[in-house]
């Protein structure tokens, strides 16, 4: 069976993947609303799965915002 390696994207890569800032990114990573891995005092890290689960539940892509927020 071939297993799918996880990729890992940072705060900068998602946000020019949602057309949304950087600093939107970061504020959703510090308040727990997208799951990531803090590595050190900045460097985040989202893994895809993460990123996928966030896009289903919490991100409107039609207004570039947090549903319910």
Known sequence: MHSQEEKYLTPEQIAS???VNVVTVRRWLKS???????L?????R?????LEE???FDFDQG???IKNE
Do not use: E
């Open 54 to 56: 966030f896009l289903a």
């Open 32 to 38: 727990g609303r997208l799951k990531g891995y803090h």
């Open 63 to 65: 207004t570039g915002r």
């Open 46 to 50: 989202v893994s895809s799965s993460q």
């Open 40 to 44: 050190g005092r900045k460097l985040w």
């Open 17 to 19: 993947l949602l057309q």
